[in-house]
């Protein structure tokens, strides 16, 4: 029997679960729901999470899918604690509506399960650690920067939608470029483009009167 977990399956329970969670949104809370193209989370990701100190810090979970073709022939699945801090930014227009934030950053830290993927370095001790696999293999440490616009609408779920897109590395693309300056900075980075929806009318306005 295999017992290896079925990324197909995973996403496809992540969706529901995401459903009735949007369905229950509106007594929850400041609730999002989320999906995530790229950025290291696989080639893409759903999830959630919540919107807190005044929808400036977003804690979410995602569960994504890495391609067979990317991972040695058998898709696999990738889970990710992703934070992002997300100022305020300004205004578009005079109703408020939309807002704009150039700039943004936060870090995620990636799991993917799989076959020859470890937690722990050099799990067979051939290579010295200070020379080889220093890294565990199936765990990566992520940092990015970004920009987005968000919409606050007045009333009804989505209270909240917005759309990302934010540019990054992991600490082993970022020691390989600062010890094999072959690379160029280009090559280390990765992108990810995130589109998010959530929140509820009690949730209330950011701020300034009652405006968003």
Do not use: C
Not at 38 to 67: F, K, M, N, T
Not at 76 to 105: C, D, H, I, N, Q
Not at 146 to 172: H, K, M, S, V, Y
């Amino acid at each position: 029997m295999d017992l290896r977990p079925n990324p197909s399956l995973l996403l496809t329970a992540a969706l529901l679960g995401l459903a009735g969670t949007a369905a229950h949104a509106q007594a929850a809370g400041p609730f999002f729901v989320s999906v995530q193209v790229a950025g290291g989370s696989g080639a893409v990701a759903v999830g959630g999470g919540y919107w807190l100190a005044h929808r400036q810090l977003e804690p979410e979970l995602l569960i994504g899918v890495l391609p067979g073709k990317l991972a040695g022939g058998r898709p696999l699945p990738v889970f990710s604690l992703k934070t992002t801090y997300a100022p305020r930014g300004f205004r578009l227009g005079s109703e408020a509506a939309w807002r704009l934030s150039p700039l943004t950053v936060g870090g995620m830290i990636s799991y993917t399960p799989g076959p020859n993927l470890y937690l722990v370095r050099n799990p067979d001790r051939r290579y010295s650690t200070n020379k080889y696999y220093w890294w565990p293999s199936a765990l990566r440490i992520h940092g990015f920067v970004g920009a987005r616009l968000a919409q606050t609408a007045a009333g009804g779920w989505p209270r909240r939608r917005l759309l990302a897109a934010e540019i990054g590395t992991n600490d082993l693309y970022f020691v390989s470029w600062l010890t094999n300056r072959t690379l160029r900075l280009p090559e280390i980075l990765t992108l990810g483009l995130t589109a998010k929806a959530g929140g509820t009318p009690s949730y209330g306005p950011i701020g300034n009167g009652g405006k968003p």
